[in-house]
T-cell receptor, first 117, second 109 residues
């Protein structure tokens, strides 16, 4: 089956530093990947759509200068949280769709738990 | 985007009991997925089911697209079924998936 990985699984950083999270599709290619964040005891909220070779599309209310997304290849998208603050602490999850699959099914990574101290 | 509502929000079951979780969506969907989020946060794909019925072991799901709802059935529940169940859908030509609010299931021995 389609597998999506994320790295790191857990990261603790100090306020003001930047953190990069990687999302990889391991056995398929994805022209589009998605980034979500989840606060404790809440649902997942879409942050942005990452398009291979072009700019990401951000959801309303998401600061594009704070959450930098790069989709440099068909198997890798990165999310960089710049100048992180404690309120950025959250669970970040990516998903990807197999571009050769005619269905709309998305496959999700295991998530990255970010804690900003 | 579409709106997705799930019910019930919380559910406590005795081990061995059956349950039905419901997902209502505001518009027709071409992508409807059910997930189980385990205690470590990982989302486990249960079903991709924009229409029809599927079964996988003790779990089955039915989506009635014309009436804009989907049901997830859990039979003979086990403690390992505990966690949060999400449905998520997308409509039209959009790939953006909207998640429901989730059903937190606790199965007690």
């Amino acid at each position: 089956g389609a597998v999506v990985s994320q790295h790191p699984s857990r990261v603790i950083c100090k306020s003001g530093t930047s953190v990069k999270i990687e999302c990889r599709s391991l056995d398929f290619q994805a022209t589009t990947m998605f980034w979500y964040r989840q606060f404790p005891k809440q649902s997942l909220m879409l942050m942005a759509t990452s398009n291979e070779g072009s700019k990401a599309t951000y959801e309303q209310g998401v600061e594009k200068d704070k959450f930098l997304i790069n989709h440099a290849s068909l198997t890798l998208s990165t999310l960089t949280v710049t100048s992180a603050h404690p309120e950025d602490s959250s669970f970040y999850i990516c998903s990807a769709r197999d571009w050769t699959d005619s269905s709309y099914e998305q496959y999700f990574g295991p998530g990255t738990r970010l804690t900003v101290t | 985007g579409i709106q997705v509502e799930q019910s019930p929000p919380d559910l406590i079951l005795q081990e061995g009991a059956n349950s039905t979780l419901r997902c209502n969506f505001s518009d027709s969907v071409n992508n409807l997925q059910w997930f189980h989020q385990n205690p470590w946060g990982q989302l486990i794909n249960l079903f991709y089911i924009p229409s029809g019925t599927k079964q996988n072991g003790r779990l089955s799901a039915t989506t009635v697209a014309t009436e804009r709802y989907s049901l997830l059935y859990i039979s003979s529940s086990q403690t390992t079924d505990s966690g949060v169940y999400f449905c998520a859908g997308a409509s039209g030509g959009y790939q953006k998936v909207t998640f429901g609010t989730g059903t937190k299931l606790q199965v007690i021995p």
